[in-house]
């Protein structure tokens, strides 16, 4: 019997690169060619109509209809131009992907014949039927009926014959039932308490943007071999296999030559996505073998969400065109590195200051104190529901595990910065005052400029400062960034608020007194300094610069009050704390409901992913692994009678004992299994009873999901006394190492 693995081990050694050619022109001249954006508008809209969407763009102002039905027809004329036919709403539901549901743009044409039609309305709102996305029984409760609505802040682009329009999703009673509304709320609550805070330093900032540069890795498996590999096909990862003897312990794959299929692969991936306004700028090889990353050039926060989104569907369609897969899993395969997606982030105003560099000027150093502080505030006062913003069943693999990030969220500062805290902390506020009071010049704790030492950094911590953003390093390979966004910038809007108004009310109090007048500096400088004084020992336990794997640290962790916890479900529990639902709330973020429905939603999701890899593993334990191993079994057992017919029974016993206890092992891990997966099926009978998905999820969490481990080790060590040639699946050596 001919066996498919080494068919498609053999194919997949064949396969040659696709030759991909660039396009003529040079890729600043093709960028952003599918995209209708501020250029197209210009060049296709009225100007009165370009300038109202400059407004509506910029300044939030309103779409009025007529508005929308000129821009509609700039749109169509582009789009027709660019062969599109069909016209979609893309928007983001709580699955991990996006969605869109392709309208043609004929309509009849009243006199028998048809015509090509587009007008304001059906890009300002749709209707998709949607019942079918997740959304914690919100519409059930509620209104049955979804809509989708255009943000006009994120341009609208072309996919093959398709223009796709980014829209927010909700339901008619106004929840969100996407990533992108919450998302945007959030922005709107970070911009206006941000700004407010700038106004202490830049009286001219009218606005705050929230960026964000993801890096995106992941893997790239030979389309024949992942066919041949049920478990990845159907979970998005291995469920089995054991350790290649080389994998990445020479690490040798790290930033080395890329080969030529994938080189070929990220061109053509590259050139789609430059067309799609993505500023791709950086790819190379990650540390396990055949894993990789893009990264492109920071992005306003929605739009650079928008972007992740669209690349990953661009990935996944280029990969198979050249004859892969790509793998956007966390943890494909185990015993080998898993994939993330750090997310690089910072705020940065109108006026183009960027709020977590330093400046030259003690006002801006003091400025870039404040900003790096209260982000630190607002991580630490949420640092629990940070890590459920970036948790899922797939993530949970990574984090916790010895792999970066460790799952307990804490921020690495770099030796400057946290010397800088630790100076502007200890300078004695009471020593300041006495030398006011006698009429001395102040002794404002110098504030030096710093030049950040770009070196000094900590490759595992969760949340780094890396010279002038922060870096959340937490985020999984296949999460919408937008989850991580949202929490983060909320978190952050309500510290600079809180900030904000405590600075106002200490302002209020000293600004009478004569002592803080020292000439040189004001009461609110004075005012600022001691708040920041004050928050910057508040936050101090969020502050780590250690090892994050050792054990102490979870000791010292849990004494400083962040939260330890590594169970994914419990961890969704922090959506819903006091804290969380106050802090969205007042924000205008989300509300309770909001926040109830979707964490149905997260349980649902992980019992559900859960479920379908223990199916897919039962089933291969029992028809892939066990007969396969049973029938190699027989041929020992063959060998060994043959071996009593033809000799002595001493010598027979001699010669067979190595048989025999291949015999005996095969048998006792083939029943362990049997057991195991019967145990399996029995956990996830009881499991499915409980009726409220939190603790349904929590079922899976302790009762299944260990299981899929313990039934995992049996077939990886059957996998190493198993004859090679009748093993059914690639192995990790295979699906790893052939390009
Ligand atoms: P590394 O791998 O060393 O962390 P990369 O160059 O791969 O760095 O990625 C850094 C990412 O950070 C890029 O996407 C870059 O554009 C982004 N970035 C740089 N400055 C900022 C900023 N102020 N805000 C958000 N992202 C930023
Ligand atoms: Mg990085």
Known sequence: MANLRFQVVAEAFKKKPLDIKAPAERP????????????????????QVYNKMIDVMDNGARLDLDVADAVAAGMKQWATENDVTHYTHWFQPLTEGTAEKHDSFVEHDGKGGMIEEFSGKLI???????????????????????????????????????????????????????????????????????????????PNVKKVFSTLGWEQEYFLVDEGLYSARPDLLLTGRTLMGHDSAKNQQMDDHYFGTIPDRVQAFMKDLEIQALELGIPCKTRHNEVAPNQFELAPIFEETNLAVDHNMLLMSLMRKVARKHGFR?????????????SGKHN???????????????????????????????????????????????????????LGANEAPPAIISSFLGKQVSELLDHIEKADPDALTMAGKQGMKMDIPEIPEIMIDNTDRNRTSPFAFTGNRFEFRAVGSEANCASAMIALNSAVAEALADFKQRVDARIAAISGDETFRDG?????????????????ATCKPIRFDGNGYSDEWVVEAE???LDTEKSCPVIFERYLDKASIDMFSKLGVMTEKELEARNEVKWETYTKKIQIEARVLGDLSINHIIPVATRYQSQLLENVHNMHVSFASDKADKLSARNVKIIEEIAERTSNIETMVEELVEARKKANVIADEHTK???????????????????????????????????????????
């Open 28 to 47: 600043s001249e093709y960028f952003g060619k599918k995209v209708f954006n501020r250029e197209k508008m210009y060049k296709y809209l009225p100007k």
């Open 344 to 398: 690089n982030w910072s705020l940065s105003t109108d006026t183009g200051v960027r709020l977590h560099a330093p400046g030259k000027t003690q006002e801006d150093t003091l400025r870039f104190v404040v900003f790096i502080v209260e982000t630190l505030m607002g991580v630490y006062r949420h640092n629990g529901l940070l890590k459920a913003s970036i948790m899922s069943a797939s993530n949970a693999h990574r």
């Open 520 to 536: 040189k500096h004001n009461a609110t400088y004075h005012a600022i300094l001691d708040i920041i004084r004050e928050d910057i």
């Open 697 to 739: 999820a929590i079922a899976y969490h302790d009762t299944v999901a260990p299981k899929l481990d313990e039934i995992r080790y049996q077939i990886d060590k059957l996998e190493l006394i198993v004859d090679d040639a009748c093993w059914p699946l690639p192995k990790y050596r295979e699906l790893l190492f052939i390009r």
């Open 326 to 338: 790509v793998l956007l899993h966390e943890k494909p395969f185990a015993g080998i590195n898993g």
């Open 559 to 561: 004494k400083r009050g």
């Open 124 to 202: 300002v709102q749709q209707e998709p039927d949607a019942s079918s996305f997740p959304s914690g029984g919100i519409r059930s409760t509620f209104e049955a009926r979804g809509y989708s609505a255009w943000d006009p802040t994120s341009p609208v682009f072309i996919i093959d014959d398709t223009l796709c329009i980014p829209t927010v999703f909700i339901s008619y009673s106004g929840e969100a039932l996407d990533y992108k509304a919450p998302l945007l709320r959030s922005l709107h609550a970070v911009n206006v308490a941000a700004t407010d805070v700038c106004h202490f330093f830049y």
